[in-house]
């Protein structure tokens, strides 16, 4: 599994389905389990921090994967982290 580290807040890359920033401070990550990642970060012109977001996570996906944790700059993204709230919905598997 990888992950970014953003401003000691780890998000998973692995089972990523979409990506929504949602309003100027909010971003949802949808993972293909029925998982959502909502981001509360700094105020951004919609879609900043989602434009700021894809290019960090090909680049840690491209990675080498003995370092499953790659560290965001403060120039890759910009705008500050300040929350991190999963939920989860129920997938039907059939």
């Known amino acids: 599994i990888k992950f970014l ?3 000691s807040f ?5 089972g990523i389905v979409g990506i929504d920033q949602t309003a ?9 389990d029925g998982l959502k990642a909502t981001v509360t970060h700094a105020t951004g012109t919609d879609p900043a921090f ?10 840690a996906l491209s ?7 790659y ?3 403060s120039q890759e993204i910009t705008a ?5 709230v999963y939920t989860h ?3 039907p598997t059939s």
């Open 50 to 59: 989602y434009n700021m977001l894809i290019p960090v996570i090909k680049k």
């Open 71 to 73: 560290a965001v700059t």
């Open 80 to 84: 500050a982290i300040s929350g991190k």
């Open 24 to 32: 100027a401070t909010t971003t949802v990550i949808t993972y293909g």
């Open 89 to 91: 919905t129920i997938v």
């Open 10 to 14: 780890l998000i998973a890359l692995n």
């Open 63 to 69: 990675s080498d994967w003995t370092k499953p944790v």
């Open 5 to 7: 580290n953003v401003d």
